[in-house]
């Protein structure tokens, strides 16, 4: 470059950074991350002051017989973790074993919970670049030897039984988590003469409590992020009935609806178990990470 054109482009390097916009938008840029931790701290602070005023303004979160009121996050994200093992603190646990199909990378779902605490079972998940990490953290832990089978499939109503054959899953374990967004319902109607103690599936807070609705059956769909997913909590409801299984509660957030087998209700639960005694609407916006940021426990 001619020495002219460099003076020239170094004057007006200088000039732009001189200019009031600029010095504006850099002093905004080196702000951002104290900015972005104030606002998570605020975001927290906000969602705090929300979950405790909406338990003090309502008898029915003060009542620990009811699930919501024992809602907790380690590795869920809808505070399940408290609930299931609420549950199985009522009823007791067989084996210690679970099943989830939809788990993501691991982190945040249902089981990792139990996982990092000495439990056994089987992760069914459709990304295939998520099985490929966790199986390689299982491969450098011994902790988790023998204890976690990861599997890759698109599970649909048609091959979900051939599925849990192939596994060798027994028909009796103590978890069973579901949660593949569209065809949800579907699933569980197809696994005939499966036992687990308890099931959670995610339900459909879009429909009131006495409305029945199942979302039309779609083999290789995927949920487009709308209304229409699953079934609503009614339709679970009466599902569970026919599986053999009672409605006991759903969390606060209005995610995940939860069924106990009925030769392990006895009286530990609030009937009845409908959903008009249990629906929770979505509070969706009450989703956040309280701890850390989530990491698999192995």
């Known amino acids: 470059m001619p020495r002219a054109a460099h003076s020239m482009k ?25 900015l972005s931790a104030h606002l998570r701290r605020l975001e927290a602070a906000s969602l705090v002051q929300a979950l405790e005023a909406l338990k003090a303004g309502n008898e029915r979160y003060r009542d620990s017989r009811r699930l919501p009121a024992h809602g907790a996050q380690y590795s869920s994200q809808n505070y399940e973790d408290g609930i299931i093992l609420e549950i199985f603190r009522r009823i007791g646990t067989k084996e210690r074993t679970f099943v989830e199909i939809g ?17 056994r079972g089987w992760w069914v998940e459709g990304g295939q670049a998520n099985c490929d990490r966790i199986n390689d953290l299982i491969q450098s832990s011994t902790g988790a030897a023998g204890r976690l089978r990861v599997r890759q499939a698109h599970v649909t109503a048609e091959n979900v039984s051939a599925l849990f054959n192939e596994l060798a899953i027994p028909s009796e374990v103590d978890l069973f988590s579901l949660d593949i967004d569209l065809n949800t319902y579907h699933i569980w109607k197809a696994l005939k003469g499966f036992r687990p103690r308890v099931v959670v599936v995610e339900y459909n807070a879009g429909f009131p409590p ?17 209304q229409v997913f699953g079934a609503s909590l009614k339709a679970y409801e009466r599902l569970g009935g026919e599986q053999g299984y009672a409605l006991v509660g759903c969390d606060l957030v ?19 178990y409908t959903a008009e005694n249990h629906y929770e609407p979505p509070r969706y916006g009450l989703v956040y990470r309280w701890a850390h940021p989530a990491r698999l426990i192995l």
């Open 254 to 272: 209005g995610a995940n609806a939860f069924f106990v087998r009925q030769d392990l209700l006895g009286d530990k639960f609030v009937a009845p």
């Open 210 to 226: 006495d409305v029945e609705w199942v979302c039309p059956y779609q083999k290789d769909g995927l949920w487009d992020g709308s």
């Open 103 to 119: 788990i993501g990378d691991g982190t945040e779902n249902n089981t990792a919970t139990l996982l990092a605490t000495g439990w």
């Open 10 to 34: 170094a004057l007006l390097k200088k000039i732009y950074h001189a200019l009031p916009i600029v010095r504006e938008l850099r002093s905004l840029d080196a702000k951002l991350p104290h």
